[in-house]
């Protein structure tokens, strides 16, 4: 609860109006079936014109009053739960930002994208519903029985009856009822994965002519969700009936018990009316409140979900001494000193270890390994998207972690295996390596990672427009985007993950030529699985779970390594 | 940035916030209505009990608080206790029917609303599958979830609850207004005075809540699109040090939402306190006059009671018209686009005259095929291709040559547009499509699994297979031993999409499966192009044993692995440019020899 105050905080005034407003309406609504009573047992009684004028203006101006109050409530609460929402969203997003690799797996981004949405959404809900009902329903309640018992309280017995009973009914049918819900998600979550597969699927299923077997997983998949809603919703549905028949026998109690007073001269009609109005009012606010605790333990999931984004430590950060000196790489030196690496603290082994080698400024290494081999883990240290669990890593003779990210990552372009283009132009989608870059620079950059031909071959150009995710490109071209988009950052290190191996054998040796050709060529680093893609490296590093097992040039590796010489003649024979 | 996300981005398919007031209009609600109709089936008579019982419980009520009157006016008045007793057992078994009407009628309407949308839901999903793959490539997964899941509960949501509740609301409205008539017409008249009003306020504030939603309905799309699309790109974000911009445009969108969102909610939060206020209003009016007409004309105590009694519930079936009126919009846009869906052409059914193929030989011939995914843009042109029974035929070339789409064609993914193929000489379009994609097997480049154990995954190459089949048929392709490995062998449950295995050993289920098929065909999509050359060779093995006397189709970029082919074919630009076996192009020094002496020069 405390951790939401800071989003509120813009708020404050209209988060003591809207429930000051609250209590306004509920005082001017609750007096009404009163003077409605004192009409009818006063000024109907009596015959006096003027007296059920003068109340039935009272009772016009309290309603008007209410209206202003109301509609004042509303405008606060909406401004302030609204409001409240886009601080929060705006938190979550921020916090993420300052997020690490090893943070963003632990979430998983389908996972961040639904606290950032559906979570955020029920919250707003949460307040909005807290700012109006949430005083209200209670407030009503109260005032409802102090009138009721003032009017007759050998009546408000009947209250004192209604309540409970009402309460019990409503928590019984949600106690059975709510384990239902819970299973009808599972369900539901079955449907979803089912529809999911075949879509991922779908190539697959015609492809085995599998539609009629699908079709009847699905039914059954559905008709078991469908048996399962019918029972939840079953008993939840029960809750209006109920309540409206406790009402009506109470009422029913109120004529009797009522009636017999009146007989008796000790109640009035009027009296009787109000009294009925009022055990209607209690029973109402008894369901909204009851509705108003449900949705709040509802929230609970998604408040939960929330606080633990808020509260993740970012664990990869600039240090003081980093921000204060700033220092900037200068020449694309890379040295591994003895590095150990671990995803997880608890994970028994190592990913990475004892990893030491040199890259000299301008050199270009390749790095080989079967998958699973740590590769991709092995150039993710580099710009610090995850952290050294032992050893060091310095560029140009000083520790990374000395460097603030920023001048890090601005100088180290790193071309991930799993890449994303966003939607937006070609051209503006380039421009992430470099928000200044001119149309030229653009074009150089596309060149080298003959990305040029086909953008030009294109209707619009540099200005195609990419849908999400650049679906509208080939594996290929998106791939050679990625690396156009790097090389404008203009890198001292350029690392490519695996990211030329959608492209055939000849552009993929075109691209290494322009990178070479350039007169003051980068530190490169590249992963790839084929031989021809790195026996023209300066050095070669194989790697074998975790570990170095050859460094050498493609002629050295070939003589003197063995597991080298099998990915080799791997390559070479069918 | 921010410019260009907020123009491209469409609500449209994405989730909307629970579809409360749906920004599109059902462009004919009774028509979709009519066919959401057809859909209860024989479910019609559980319709007819249905209302009703709905009646029952409106009737029940409304009659309960007229008997106010005559209580009053001839019990409580006259001091007639034993009248009373009578009158309140009336009362009791007229709110207790009503009551277990009410519960009857609201959980056989669950059992009704919950079949017809098992059943909409059931042909959705089949229409689905019947439907060509062009379908798929110009519609994301996101949109036709969102068909399955937000119209889906719109819809179910209304029919649970929503179209019963209109109905009650509207026979309750008529009702108390016969009733005051029939009390007191003057005094009716009075109370209806304000009803117009309170009508055209409504009409207002369901206006202003509609155009304001839709544009927060707008704002939303704009934001979960971007947030979507950022937070998957996350890494890349890091990678380029772009965390400021992203949050400036995050926050030109935020904001834009806060703004219209804010606007949104005031309106449709609004509407229930001033209708109920409104109702208020008419209470103190019709009390003050009700009052006064009981002096001057000499209205009855009691009926003044009733008639209070009343106007008092005006407001909520009011209320309750308004607020279901906007979900049953919601519902029935979504049930629209539902329906468009179920509307879309499946698959063109087989020709009256095509074959039954039980078992072939497996001789294929592409004739002069011509190909395009839209007709202004050819992807293939006029490639011919023969493959004799058992032979095994390369396709090579660049990326975007077309590889991918001639092995589309064979299985009748798509139709070609020229020229002819055959099987055993016999035109494909000649051929029953099940038994003609029963006959060959595609493992595809990208491996997907279904979550259920590695036995179900392999067997479902062939259903009919035993646990015996699926085994050696393990074996035959090299899964059997990692399989064997896993934590429960064969049963080991697979989750999401086999997350949990690698990338090598999803390729050997996906082989097993095509094993188990026992194609005569097989078509070889870079089935192991993510795989290193070292676990490649070991699948290698598996996929050598499957090719044994099939035709199959290998498509790659690994040169080495397309050598020992009968033909090998080279694309360019959809069209072929050299074809021969591997000696033959090396000698001709083209471009398969280009490509060759780039991979091992």
Known sequence: MKSYFPFLSNYRKAIYLAPLLVIVDVICEIVQPELMSKIVDVGVKQKSLPYILHIGMIMLILSLIAIAANVGNVYFSSRTSVGFAAELRKGIFTKIQTFSFSNLDKFGSASLVTRLTNDVNILQDLVMMMLRLLIRAPLMLLFAVFFAIRINAGLAIIIAIAIPLLSLSIYFLLHRGLPYFEKMQAKLDIVTRVIQENLINVRVVKSFVRENYENKQFDLASGDLRAMAVKASGIVVLIMPVMQLVMNISIVAIIWFGGVEIISGHFQVGQLMSF???????????????????????????????????????????SDEAILKNRQPQKGKIEFRKVYFKYQEQSPEFVLKDISFTASPGETIAIIGSTGSSKSTLVQLIPRLYEVTGGQILIDGADIREYTLENLRNRVALVLQKNELFSGTIAQNLRW???????????????????????????????????????NVSGGQKQR???????????????????????????????RAALKSNSNPPTMLIIAQRISSIRSADRILLLENGEINGIGTHEELIHGNKIYQEIYHSQQLV | MAETINRKLTPAGLPGRRGKISSEKPGNALRVFGRIFTYLGDQKLSMFVIILLLLVNTLATLSGSYLLRPTINKYIIPHDIAGLINMIAVLLALYIMGSVASMIQNRMMITVAQRTIHKIRTDLFCRIQSLPLQFFDSHSHGELMSRFTNDLDNLSDSLNTGITQILSSFLTLTGILFMMLYISPLLTIVTLVIVPFMLWVAGRIINKSKTYFSAQQGALGALDGYVEEMIRGQKVVKVFCYEKNALDDFEVLNKDLRDKATHAQLYSGVMMPVIQNLNTINFALTAAVGGIIAIVKGLDIGGLAAFLQYSRQFGRPVNEISNQYNSLQAALAGAERIFQIMDEIPEKPDEPQAESLQKINGDVEFRQVSFGYSPANPVLKKISVMAKAGQKIAIVGSTGAGKTTIMNLLPRFYDISEGQIFIDGINIVNIKRDDLRKSIAVVFQDTHLFTSTVMENIRYGRLEATDQEVISAAQLSGADSFIKRLPKGYLTILESDGGNLSQGQRQLLNIARATIARPSILILDEATSSIDTRTEIIIQKGIDQLMKNRTSFVIAHRLSTVRNADEIIVLEHGQIIERGNHEFLLQLKGRYYQLYSAQFD
Request: glycine fraction near 4%; proline fraction near 4%.
């Open chain 1, 276 to 318: 009925i109005t009022y055990i209607t009012q209690i029973l109402m606010s008894l369901m909204m409140l009851a509705m108003s605790i449900m949705t709040f333990s509802r929230a609970g999931a998604s408040s939960k979900r929330i606080l633990e984004v808020l509260n993740q430590q970012p664990d990869i950060l600039d």
């Open chain 1, 433 to 471: 390596g470099n928000p200044q870059a001119t149309q030229e620079q653009i074009m150089t950059a596309a060149k080298i990672a003959q990305a040029h031909e086909f953008i030009m071959s294109l209707p619009e150009k540099y200005e195609s427009v990419l849908g999400q995710n650049g679906v």
């Open chain 1, 481 to 511: 985007l990625c690396i156009a988009r790097s090389l404008l950052k203009n890198p001292l290190i350029l690392i490519l993950d695996d990211s030329t191996s959608a492209l055939d054998i000849q552009t993929e040796a075109n691209v």
